[in-house]
């Protein structure tokens, strides 16, 4: 079973940065297609990012796009997201997710794991 623990939420003011990390366990990390997704108080959750298993492939959601960079280590069975230039529109609960191929993967359907998620606050 694949477990995904996100950590590196919090508060911070508009105009800064947090990176997100998201560590995995009981799976093959390496090979998955990894995805950020976020999910604000009253609205749907949306795709922000993903990366391909070698890090040859990255999206973005148009959103997030120049201000996120998505990452991964896969010695350290690891996923980053570096959120700079923040905005209050950026505050939501931040999930990772795990696809086991890369598809469609701004779609969540695609992701068979997921964690459970860190709060980032964005004040003005």
């Known amino acids: 079973q694949v477990q995904l623990v996100e950590s590196g939420g919090g508060l911070v003011q508009a105009g800064g940065f947090l990176r997100l990390s998201c560590a995995a366990s009981?799976?093959?990390?390496?090979?998955?297609?990894m995805g950020w997704f976020r999910q604000a108080p009253g609205r749907e959750r949306e795709f922000v990012a993903a990366?391909?298993?070698?890090?040859?492939?990255?999206r973005y959601a148009d959103s997030v796009k120049g201000r996120f960079t998505i990452s991964r280590d896969n010695v350290k069975n690891t996923v980053y997201l570096q959120m700079n230039s923040l905005k209050r529109e950026d505050t939501a609960i931040y999930y990772c997710a795990a696809a086991l191929a890369w598809k469609t993967p701004h779609w969540a359907t695609d992701y068979a794991y997921w964690g459970q998620g860190t709060q980032v606050t964005v004040s003005s």
């Open positions: 009981g799976g093959t990390f390496g090979t998955y297609t």
């Open positions: 990366i391909s298993w070698n890090s040859g492939i990255t």
